[in-house]
């Protein structure tokens, strides 16, 4: 067992390094969205998972969680992408999470992204 937990950050780390970084696609295509309505990110992304407001700013958000087993082990795959709008027209955004699940929202912001795996 303890081999097995030993083994289990090596493993996160090659899974991750498998996936494509979708970072730069990210950023690149949700940048291209300010401006716009909102609209165009419920046709990229598909219908928001949450919305919310902070300091009267709305914002809409698109959240994936996915385990995957490794050894029996459970790995977390993550993503959150948060779009700010004002009046129907997007603003700013934020992401976070890890690459595993990320690469997903980068592949339908830019249908020619390439996982990698």
Same mark, same amino acid.
Request: glycine share 10%; aromatic share 10%; net charge negative.
């Given at each position: 067992?303890?081999? *097995?937990?030993?083994l289990?950050?090596?493993?996160? #780390?090659?899974?991750?390094? *498998?996936?494509?970084?979708?970072?730069? !696609?990210l950023?690149?295509?949700?940048? $291209?969205?300010h401006?716009? $309505? !909102?609209? #165009?990110?419920?046709?990229?992304?598909?219908?928001?998972s949450?919305?919310?407001?902070?300091?009267?700013?709305?914002f809409?958000?698109w $959240?994936?969680?996915?385990?995957?087993?490794?050894?029996?082990?459970?790995?977390?795959?993550? *993503?959150?992408?948060?779009?700010?709008?004002?009046?129907? !027209?997007?603003?700013?955004?934020?992401?976070?999470?890890?690459?595993g699940?990320?690469?997903?929202?980068?592949?339908?912001?830019?249908?020619?992204?390439?996982?990698?795996?």
């Amino acid at each position: 067992m303890t081999k *097995c937990l030993l083994l289990l950050p090596v493993v996160a #780390v090659a899974l991750a390094a *498998c996936v494509n970084e979708p970072w730069p !696609v990210l950023k690149k295509e949700l940048s $291209s969205l300010h401006g716009q $309505s !909102v609209k #165009v990110a419920f046709d990229k992304l598909g219908y928001p998972s949450s919305e919310g407001e902070i300091a009267g700013e709305k914002f809409y958000i698109w $959240s994936m969680s996915n385990a995957a087993y490794v050894g029996g082990d459970a790995l977390n795959l993550r *993503c959150t992408i948060r779009i700010f709008i004002d009046m129907d !027209v997007i603003g700013h955004f934020d992401v976070s999470g890890n690459a595993g699940a990320c690469a997903q929202y980068a592949g339908k912001l830019d249908p020619s992204y390439d996982f990698g795996l």
